[in-house]
């Protein structure tokens, strides 16, 4: 059995739980999350990924996209998102974002926020 025959999930680290939990379960909506013994909340999405989000004070921030969550309507969920007061970065390299905040990579579309932390999430259609 090797690495392909395993589930994978995301994990994100945080400075403060109650903030991230704040975040996650507030403007981004998320329910449901397990409480886990490192002190951290696991929630579940479809098909069985999870996003686990844990503390790890002063390891946040890496620059480069942690989690994206996929969907078929990016434009609906960065709507729904925005409206919520997620605040979708703007970008213009390697690819140039418009004004709501999504690049288009081919056939590829996605956006991109931040958490609390800086981490970065995305949301695309691949």
Excluded: C
Excluded at 56 to 81: I, K, M, Y
């Amino acid at each position: 059995m090797g690495l392909q025959d395993s589930s994978v999930g995301a994990m994100v680290p945080v400075n403060d739980m109650a903030k991230a939990k704040e975040f996650y379960e507030g403007p981004l909506g998320l329910a449901g999350g397990t409480e886990e013994g490192d002190g951290g909340v696991t929630y579940e999405f479809a098909e069985g990924t999870r996003l686990h989000v844990y503390p790890s004070p002063g390891h946040t921030g890496s620059g480069a996209t942690l989690a994206a969550f996929r969907t078929d309507d990016v434009d609906g969920l960065v709507e729904e998102l925005s409206s919520t007061g997620v605040t979708f970065e703007q970008y213009d390299e390697p690819f140039k974002t418009d004004e709501k905040g999504i690049a288009v990579m081919g056939e590829i579309r996605g956006g991109w926020f931040k958490d609390p932390d800086g981490n970065i999430l995305a949301v695309a259609n691949a």
